[in-house]
């Protein structure tokens, strides 16, 4: 699942932007200072960061400074939210690191489209209606995975599972990436219950001859459609 972070200091837009970003389909998480936000990118991956220009401790400029200079984190996609709406004001932004902008107060359909955008041109595969890989076709418009000509049937926590190696196929995931991205910071999950899904996905994927397209990696976790 796509994951984004809202790096924003008022609670009731923080919630406002969570809200309607989790209702179209991403993984979201908050925090209300430049500083949570640094320990976030520390501890988690992202896709994107919707990153606020006015914050406590550190400035939403700093941060997207510091967002550029990190290896990890270079190229991380990054809309700022600023109500300085004054040209030179923009070009600083975009200058020191934004991706595209977003003036308050602002359409959260306009916010919705500029994700949305940028995670298009920085990682097709998240907003892609349909992912595959070999004869392994997931379509998320019609909430389906197949293999050659065979529908898989799925539960859903196998659905969103290889929905997100798929998404991040030829990477390695650890287990705890794995229960980030599928059952979210949230979820009461341990890593067995990662292993326990991935059996159960196995199972589906393959009939017959068919070539496992899930590797273990030990101690490091799984990757997908590494060849």
């Given at each position: ?119 298009r041109r920085a990682a097709p595969d998240l907003v892609a209606d349909v992912l595959t890989f070999g ?66 996905l196995r199972k589906a994927l393959m009939m017959g001859d068919e070539s496992d397209p899930i590797r ?12």
């Amino acid at each position: 699942m796509t994951s984004i972070l809202i790096v924003e200091d008022e609670a009731s837009l923080a919630e406002l932007l969570q809200y309607n970003l989790e209702a179209a389909g991403y993984a979201v998480q908050t925090a209300a200072t430049g500083s949570a936000a640094e320990a976030a990118l520390t501890d988690s991956q992202f896709d994107l960061v919707v990153l606020d220009w006015m914050l406590p401790e550190v400035s939403g400029i700093e941060l997207c400074r510091r967002i550029r200079q990190r290896p990890e984190t270079k190229l991380l996609p990054v809309l700022m939210l600023t109500a300085r709406g004054e040209e030179a004001d923009r070009v600083r932004g975009l200058s020191t690191g934004a991706d595209d902008y977003v003036v308050k107060p602002f359409s959260i359909n306009e916010v919705l489209a500029r994700v949305k955008a940028l995670l298009r041109r920085a990682a097709p595969d998240l907003v892609a209606d349909v992912l595959t890989f070999g004869d392994i076709e997931l379509d998320r418009a019609a909430h389906r995975v197949k293999r050659a000509d065979r529908e898989l049937r799925l539960g859903p926590t196998e659905y969103r599972l290889v929905m997100y190696l798929l998404e991040n196929r030829g990477r390695v995931l650890s287990r705890q990436q794995l229960i980030d991205g599928v059952w979210g910071r949230d979820g009461d999950v341990d890593e067995r219950t990662v292993d326990v899904h991935i059996g159960r996905l196995r199972k589906a994927l393959m009939m017959g001859d068919e070539s496992d397209p899930i590797r273990t990696v030990r101690g490091g976790g799984y990757v997908f459609g590494e060849r």
